[in-house]
């Protein structure tokens, strides 16, 4: 299964990815100090907004962001819609897909009302696209069938072939290929007498999916053959990078070691010269899986351990990724007799399938919830169509007028009644996971505090009860979330003052540090609430530990603020050592710094320090949710 998600991520990248096109600031500000009028300069911004890659920018954004208050402004409906699609695409290429949906939902209301074929289809796609990267597979093939529907109406050929590869491509991820395989062939049929190669590249590739699915490898080589003598003939090469990557899986699928060594360094030729290295990494991992079934394990381990070491730099926190690469370790290792580095990724590949075993249970929590609220929703919507069933009754029957209306108002208010029952059911329920999730956090933490009692090593003790506070920071959000009345924000203010509170009991000194807080920020959902609060934790961790040595007094404040330029700001100073707090290399680790960094970049934050007058951190966040009103 592993494979097959490799297989169909490379494929993905290899389509998504494109080159940014020249285009300037000066570029928008020609537009806007031009003599055209106000519609016909947003149409030219969104065009040219269009041919840039959000990948590479923001500038489009920051346009089209401009423009659309100016259409809304100004009333003009149809280029609001439009600019709406344009932000839509933009934030699905950036991976902000809840923002994306928004958008592109926008847009679609209104080209329904303004009944424009073309633009409907386009949308249908592009939500089919942000649906599968939610996932919602369902979702994602209902709309990409309605825009394989309205391209047929339309007769447009070329995009008739594309919808029904989108459309086998969503089968494809929903581990359907029986169903997908139609809609390939009726997409061959359209593309292989036609001239558009970067289509009929991309079909062969979604062909190639569908063998690694059935495990066909010998017709999976031949398509995987073609594939790669189409791209080969466009311009861009880098697309190339992909295709030899998926021929070489079937190679070596099939024995055929040599072939698929070639294969895997073609791909990381094509990968490198196109710039794309996720592809040259992919490229590496094939060759050390290669080596391992081979038999050379000497070779295999460079490929191997590097990619492992691109993971941990580039802040990959994918377990699948890390899971398959130290398996592959251990294997190699023991392989040439190194046992103790084959038991220590053993280990690593262990912990790590427990992990995954954890995350399974909490979205299974997570679907026993989606197919509630999908249960509620179509019982909401049955009864309205009875709703519209008793109001086309009272008009037939004007004799009955007294009565109906009686009759209708009794059954609103039951109506009413049992919509009010399940709303509270509903926040029961959700009130019900987080107390779990907070219990099970509990647990663990109860399982460190007591593993911490055989531990001798004081390296290794300080490292688990580091590891407990932690635990213990994210299970007293869940804890927030359930005691509070909004079930989806936390009040910042009271959480950093009992996660402070505990962090001082944890270390004893109550008596010898004070903490100021200040915090003026709304409450913030627990997407941002966690990694802030694990940031304050390991600020906090760090003042504790190093800034206050031989029971010296001292004082910690944190401040929490939003600024003119709308970013998050938080603000930890201890009047501690300074640059003496430092610990010594030789009894540290980086972890906490590290996890201050990803956090970070989780939330697009810009950390700076100073130490001159005690210790200072500041780290400006760009990217939060506050409670919504």
Not at 321 to 333: C, Q
Request: charged content about 25%.
């Amino acid at each position: 299964m592993i494979r097959v998600l490799l297989s169909l991520f490379v494929l993905l990248t290899s389509i998504s990815l494109g080159h940014t096109q020249e285009a300037t600031q000066n570029d928008f500000d020609a537009i806007w100090n031009s003599k055209l009028e106000l519609k016909n300069k947003l149409l030219q911004i969104d065009s040219l907004a269009g041919t840039l890659d959000g990948y590479f920018t923001d500038l489009p954004k920051r346009q089209v962001e401009k423009a659309l208050q100016l259409a809304r402004e100004q009333g003009l409906f149809e280029i609001t819609a439009r600019l709406e699609l344009t932000l839509g695409i933009y934030y699905t290429a950036v991976d902000i897909i809840d923002t994306a949906q928004v958008f592109l939902e926008r847009a679609l209301a209104k080209f329904e009302t303004l009944d424009v074929p073309e633009k409907k289809a386009q949308l249908h796609q592009e939500l089919g696209w942000v649906y599968l990267l939610v996932p919602y597979y369902d979702k994602a093939l209902e709309q990409n069938l309605q825009g394989l529907a309205l391209y047929e109406q339309l007769d447009q050929n070329d995009q008739v072939a594309r919808s029904n590869v989108d459309v086998a491509y969503v089968h494809l991820q929903m581990e359907d290929p029986q169903s997908a395989w139609p809609f390939l062939e009726k997409a061959r049929g359209i593309l292989e007498t036609g001239n558009d190669s970067q289509a009929l590249g991309d079909l062969y590739q979604r062909y190639i999916s569908y063998y690694t699915f059935t495990k066909d490898t010998i017709k999976g080589l031949a398509i995987a053959a073609k594939a790669i003598a189409v791209l080969e003939t466009l311009e861009d090469k880098s697309y190339l990078s992909g295709a030899y990557i998926s021929r070489g899986i079937f190679a070596s699928d099939f024995g055929q070691f040599a072939a698929a060594e070639k294969d895997f360094f073609a791909a990381k030729k094509y990968a490198i010269s196109s710039g794309y290295l996720l592809h040259d990494i992919e490229a590496n991992r094939e060759l050390g899986n290669l080596y391992v079934k081979s038999g050379q394990y000497t070779e295999a381990i460079p490929y191997l351990q590097t990619i492992v070491d691109s993971y941990q730099k580039n802040g990959n926190n994918i377990i699948g990724d890390y899971l398959e690469m130290y398996e592959s370790l251990a294997a190699a290792h023991a392989g040439l007799g190194n046992y103790e580095q084959a038991y220590y990724f053993q280990g690593l590949h262990e912990t790590l399938e427990d992990s995954i075993y954890t995350m399974e249970s909490n979205r299974n929590i997570r679907d026993m919830q989606t197919k509630y609220d999908t249960d509620k929703t179509q019982a909401l919507l049955l009864q309205r169509q009875k709703e519209l069933y008793y109001s086309l009754g009272f008009l037939g029957l004007l004799v009955l007028l007294a009565g109906v209306l009686w009759w209708a108002y009794a059954t609103k208010r039951k109506q009413n009644e049992l919509l009010e029952k399940g709303n509270e059911e509903k926040a029961f329920l959700i009130k019900e996971i987080h107390h779990r999730v907070k219990n099970n956090l509990q647990v663990l933490s109860s399982l460190l505090s007591l593993q911490s009692d055989y531990i001798d090593d004081p390296n290794a003790l300080d490292a688990v009860l580091e590891g407990r506070n932690r635990v213990q920071s994210m299970g007293l959000i869940h804890q927030k979330l359930y005691m509070g009345e909004n079930l989806a924000t936390v009040d910042m203010k009271s959480y950093v003052l009992d996660l402070t509170a505990h962090l001082l009991a944890s270390f004893g000194m109550e008596e010898r540090v004070q903490l100021q807080i200040e915090s003026s920020v709304p409450a913030m959902d627990v997407d941002t609430a966690i990694p802030l609060g694990l940031i304050i934790n390991e600020l906090v961790t760090n003042s504790l530990k190093y800034a206050f040595p031989n029971n010296r007094k001292g004082k910690i404040d944190i401040q929490l603020w939003i600024n003119a330029q709308k970013e998050l700001c938080l603000k930890l100073t201890d009047d501690g050592n300074g640059v003496s707090a430092e610990v010594p290399q030789e009894q540290s680790t980086s972890f906490g710094t590290d996890l201050i960094k990803i956090l970070s970049k989780k939330l697009k934050g810009i950390i700076t320090v100073d130490h001159n007058k005690g210790y200072s951190t500041l780290i400006h966040f760009q990217r939060y949710n506050q409670k919504r009103g």
